[in-house]
């Protein structure tokens, strides 16, 4: 099976730059999506085909994918920002998620 | 607004079906994937599996052999069947959407599944 493997945990002061990776075998050959998780709400897309942003989504948030690590890149974190947060890929005609982070501000 | 509603019983006892329907509104079943994605308190998001509205399906393997998605495009439903539950089905239910089939836009509010007698 296809495993996607996140850091459990990442801390930022407000204002700062965080960055949660995401590991998976070739996995920069396979489009990228993350979604953001506060609690008790259902998740919300951030990021999806590696790079793009759907409307709403602030400009602080960016992605990128290479090799076997994709990253999501929280600029100028905001206390809102607190959450966890999956990564997501598409492979063999099925959707994988992420262990999934949880980022604390 | 694209809304959608996920319901089901609540409680479903060990090794019956369990049985979930998401009523859609706002946006057209047609040229979507549907998505059935479940979340263990305080674990992590699991695939289902998803539907075409054309009726073409994607199951997570790990489920297959007790997962059936289908559809009533006419009446913008989905639904979930999950048969022979166990304690470890427990979990929120989630109802999703994307326009490809490689990601979501559209998530419902989920609706919790406990599984116990």
């Known amino acids: 099976s296809f495993d996607l493997t996140q850091p459990p945990s990442v801390s930022v002061s407000p204002g700062q730059t965080a960055s949660i990776t995401c590991s998976g075998d070739?996995?920069?050959?396979?489009?990228v999506s993350w979604y953001g998780q506060r609690p008790g709400q259902s998740p919300v897309l951030v990021i999806y085909e590696d790079i793009k942003r759907p409307s709403g989504i602030p400009e602080r948030f960016s992605g990128s994918n290479s090799g076997n690590t994709a990253t999501l890149t929280i600029s100028g974190t905001q206390a809102m920002d607190e959450a966890d947060y999956y990564c997501?890929?598409?492979?063999?005609?099925?959707?994988?998620f992420g262990t999934g982070t949880e980022v604390t501000v | 607004q694209v809304q959608l509603q996920e319901s089901g019983p609540g409680l479903v006892r060990p090794s019956e079906t369990l049985s979930l329907t998401c009523n859609v509104s706002?946006?057209?079943?047609?040229?979507?994937?549907w998505n059935w994605i479940r979340q263990p308190p305080g674990k992590g998001l699991e695939w289902i599996g998803q539907?075409?509205?054309?009726?073409?399906?994607n199951y997570n393997p790990s489920l297959k052999s007790r997962v059936t998605i289908s559809a009533d495009t006419s009446k913008n439903h989905l639904f979930l069947r999950l048969t022979s539950v166990i304690a470890a089905d427990t979990a929120l239910y989630y109802c999703a959407t994307g326009e490809y089939n490689n990601y979501i836009d559209y998530w419902g509010q989920g609706t919790l599944i406990t599984v116990s007698s």
């Open positions: 539907i075409y509205y054309n009726g073409g399906t």
């Open positions: 997501q890929a598409w492979t063999s005609n099925t959707f994988v």
């Open positions: 070739k996995l920069g050959t396979k489009y």
């Open positions: 706002g946006v057209s079943m047609s040229n979507r994937y």
